[in-house]
């Protein structure tokens, strides 16, 4: 079983779309996280939640809110796409006072 | 806020030594790790270091780490075509806390 999964793999949207990827964990981790990966392979906290309750948000635009219906999911909702959006985004999860953070195999995002 | 740096890129010959660098400004970072990437994947945790010790070893990986000069490095021993990746050094102010990556290195191997 996939510990941590994303979907979709591959997202390909118009400018001005609104869009939602998702991610499940199976492990049983209370912290969940998104990461944002650009052309350059640059890797980005954007938002971590620990069990529902959002304790990052790094400098990103208001488009982008995550949804936490339970401690198992993390969903990504982007409002209003734009160019600049395009990118590989990662989620993880990891466990109280774990040492490792599980990544999913990513979304590659490409807004035209 | 924390930074981390390191080289873009490292080209070595099959069955070589690689050591791939990096160095941080945060000292209160508790956990450094390195994390691999290939090719259209997602991240692999190859290994990870306590801020308490200098040294870790785990097969041809070896971590090394200068807390006074806060650099961490990567020795992989014996480089394989199978190791070409991005190697991403990334470090966190204690367990379960969201990871600061480095650049990533990007490691070619030529046989």
């Known amino acids: 079983d996939t510990a941590v999964s994303q979907t979709p793999k591959y997202l390909v949207t118009q400018m001005g779309n609104d869009k939602s990827i998702k991610c499940e964990q199976n492990l049983g981790h209370d912290t969940m996280y998104w990461y944002k990966q650009d052309s350059k392979k640059f890797l980005k906290i954007m938002f971590s939640?620990?069990?529902?309750?959002?304790?990052i948000n790094e400098t990103v635009p208001n488009r982008f809110s995550p949804k936490s219906p339970d401690k198992a999911h993390l969903n990504l909702h982007i409002n209003s796409l734009e160019l600049g959006d395009s990118a590989v985004y990662f989620c993880a999860s990891s466990p109280p006072k774990g040492t490792e953070a599980f990544f999913g195999q990513g979304t590659r995002l490409t807004v035209v | 806020g924390e930074d981390v740096e390191q080289s873009l890129f490292l080209s070595v010959r099959e069955g070589d030594s690689s050591v791939i660098n990096c160095t941080y400004t945060d000292s209160s970072s508790t956990y450094l790790y390195w994390y691999k990437q290939e090719p259209g994947a997602g991240l692999q945790l190859l290994t990870y270091i306590f801020s308490n010790m200098d040294m870790k070893q785990d097969q041809r990986l070896t971590v090394l780490l200068n807390k006074k000069d806060k650099h961490l490095s990567l020795r992989i021993a014996d480089t394989q075509t199978g190791d070409s990746a991005i190697y991403f050094c990334?470090?966190?102010?204690?367990?379960?806390?969201?990871?600061?990556f480095g650049k990533g290195t990007t490691l070619s191997v030529s046989s």
């Open positions: 990334a470090g966190s102010y204690q367990a379960g806390t969201a990871l600061i």
């Open positions: 939640y620990n069990n529902k309750e959002l304790i």
